[in-house]
């Protein structure tokens, strides 16, 4: 089969379209033929060596695979050849205090594709037979792969972590990224006012489609400033904040005294000064949040399904040109999700 794989970390270029022997199942296991695979900013970590979890190279990526069925390791029988399937993104051990809790995203021992084991990236993929969800006709490939990561993050964040109710006002960072448009749309169904940023206005008027009513570029206005504008100088009750660097103080300045702030990402500085004082002088939750337990990805699954929640994909890419969909991430040009489809 032919397969994406890099042999040394470095930039796009470091990708390399190969042949190599196709994957057996093994038991508990299924073989996909993938027809799509959703990219993620952790995609371009792991390329470029900074991602901080242990990769054995050559590595295959590709953390959202949806394929048919086309063989069945031993004890397989939850499924049949042909069947359209979207894998668990991380299948957990089941057994462990947080699988048992039902933290299943907090599991101390999973096998994440594209990480610990050879991801979609690929013509084939061996995934577990472990929690993965049968794709009706109304869904294609692509919009299913484009689920998991972006809804089940922005779900986990904003309505597990972060308490979100009805009436409330939120800020979601960065509208263009594919989990913040997935947060304008879970944000919007949950009855919040949205405000979200962007650094073009061609964006944000794409995130007002979604669902956001007020927006800010962030090129062009001092954020904090924008948000106290829009909320009659309150601020807002949660913030949305997957930013980091200097935005992570500017998101804590734009809340309210007693709000949260959920965190599951810090692509612009992963170490930032925190106010201590301000932290507890306003009695401010700072939520850290990664991932979804299985239980909610399956609850935005079947939001998708019932046409609910969108899948927002900017555009899908044939396996050969995976260097250039990295060069696409890295430059922030996308609005929604990127996508091989081998
Ligand atoms: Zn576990």
């Known amino acids: 089969m032919k397969a994406v794989r890099f042999h040394q970390f470095g930039g796009p270029e470091v990708l390399r379209l190969e042949d190599i022997p196709d994957p057996v199942p093994m038991a508990g296991e ?27 190279l050559p590595h295959t990526l590709g953390r959202e695979i949806a394929g048919e069925v086309v063989a069945l390791g031993p004890g397989v029988d939850s499924v049949r050849i ?5 894998a668990h993104i991380a299948p957990a051990c089941g057994r462990c205090g947080a699988c048992l809790a039902g933290r299943d995203n907090l599991c101390q021992k999973p096998n994440l594709p594209g990480i610990h084991c050879p991801g ?3 013509e084939l993929a061996v995934v577990s037979a ?67 940023t962007a650094g073009s206005d061609a964006k944000l008027a794409k995130a007002k489609a979604l669902g956001a009513h007020e927006t800010i570029n962030y090129r062009e206005e001092d954020l904090v400033a924008a948000v106290r504008r829009h ?58 949040s990664f991932r979804a337990p299985s239980t909610e990805l399956r609850q935005v699954f079947d939001l998708v399904v019932q046409g609910r929640l969108r899948p927002v994909i900017h555009a899908a890419f044939p396996l050969a040109e995976a260097a250039e969909a990295h060069r696409v991430m890295e430059r922030r040009e996308h ?8």
């Open 231 to 288: 909320t009659d100088g309150r601020g807002v009750d949660l913030v949305f904040e997957h930013i980091g660097g200097e935005v992570f103080a500017q998101s804590l300045a734009c809340l309210v005294p007693g709000g949260r702030m959920a965190v599951c990402g810090a692509h612009a500085g992963e170490v930032v000064p925190l106010d201590i004082i301000d932290l507890f002088r306003r009695e401010i939750d700072l939520l850290g």
């Open 130 to 196: 472990w929690g993965m969800e049968g794709i009706p006709p109304q869904l294609s490939f692509q919009e299913a792969a484009a689920v998991p990561i972006a809804f089940g993050t922005a779900w986990h964040m904003l309505i597990t972590r972060g308490r979100l109710r009805a009436g409330e006002t939120v800020l979601i960072q960065a509208a263009g990224s594919t989990i913040g448009s997935a947060a304008i749309q879970v944000a919007h169904l949950a009855g919040a006012r949205v405000i979200t």
């Open 120 to 122: 979609g990236y690929a």
């Open 82 to 86: 042909g069947d359209r399937i979207l």
């Open 30 to 56: 299924i073989l996909l033929r993938v027809r799509a695979c959703g990219l993620n900013h952790l995609d371009v970590d792991c390329r470029a060596g900074v991602s901080r979890l242990p990769l054995t």
């Open 335 to 342: 609005f929604g999700k990127l996508l091989l489809v081998p």
